[in-house]
């Protein structure tokens, strides 16, 4: 049974280019939840998604990110014109979808930005 | 807003004593409180959670509490080990269950 699928697992961009981030939920789950962990710091919330739907972006930057999970294929984080302040680890977790349900994180994407 | 403090920041322990985390938390509306364990450059593990039907849970050496009134929650592990070394993370879920505001995180230190 594998677990949440992250890819690639390390990123390097330079600064001006785009970052794409690919999230696979754990089997049997439909629900995609993307955190951001600066060097030192706790977990961030960005956005939560269902299939084709996102359903809260209130932690997403106004500009340069976006977020999608379509119908097939892996949930996407896309950061345009990456600066160097994006540089992070992106954790992607899913969850069976339940109210209140276990989330369960990838490996994450490890953003390097020179 | 939603906000979670957590304390103390760095705990140092010997192995075989307890370690205790603390965390306070602003939304009155959650109900659904986890805590994860993250090593150096690994993903954030799901260890234990409350949910606020229940006062306490326990799970081997570490367990739980938590207080709604208060708001606050602890993560208790008893007989700490050097491979209990990591950060922790508490987190609570909000009003509506579905995204996770985590604290700051602990570095807990295990000396053998």
């Known amino acids: 049974n594998a677990g949440v699928m992250q890819n690639p697992r390390h990123l390097v961009r330079r600064r001006g280019q785009e970052a794409r981030l690919r999230c696979s939920p754990m089997?049997?789950?439909?629900?995609v939840y993307w955190y951001r962990q600066l060097p030192e710091e706790g977990l961030k919330f960005m956005v939560y998604?269902?299939?084709?739907?996102?359903?809260?972006e209130s932690g997403m930057p106004k500009e340069r990110f976006s977020a999608e999970f379509p119908k097939e294929g892996p949930s996407i984080l896309r950061i345009q014109q990456v600066v160097r302040g994006d540089s992070a680890a992106y954790f992607c977790?899913?969850?069976?979808?339940?109210?209140?349900?276990?989330?369960?994180f990838g490996p994450g994407t490890r953003l390097t930005v020179t | 807003g939603e906000n979670v403090e957590q304390h103390p920041s760095t705990l140092s322990v010997q192995e075989g004593d307890s370690a205790v985390i603390k965390c306070t938390y602003s939304?009155?509306?959650?109900?659904?409180f986890p805590w994860y364990k993250q090593e150096l450059g690994k993903r954030p593990q799901l260890i234990i959670d409350?949910?606020?039907?229940?006062g306490e849970k326990k799970d081997q050496r570490i367990a739980v509490t938590l207080n709604k009134t208060a708001k606050h929650f602890s993560l208790h592990i008893t007989e700490t080990q050097p491979e209990d070394s990591a950060v922790y993370f508490c987190?609570?879920?909000?009003?509506?269950?579905?995204?996770?505001?985590f604290g700051a995180g602990t570095i807990l230190r295990v000396k053998s």
């Open positions: 998604l269902q299939k084709e739907n996102i359903i809260d």
């Open positions: 939304d009155s509306a959650s109900n659904y």
């Open positions: 409350i949910r606020s039907n229940v």
């Open positions: 089997k049997g789950h439909s629900h």
């Open positions: 977790a899913s969850s069976q979808g339940t109210t209140n349900g276990e989330q369960y």
């Open positions: 987190a609570e879920a909000g009003e509506y269950g579905n995204k996770l505001v």
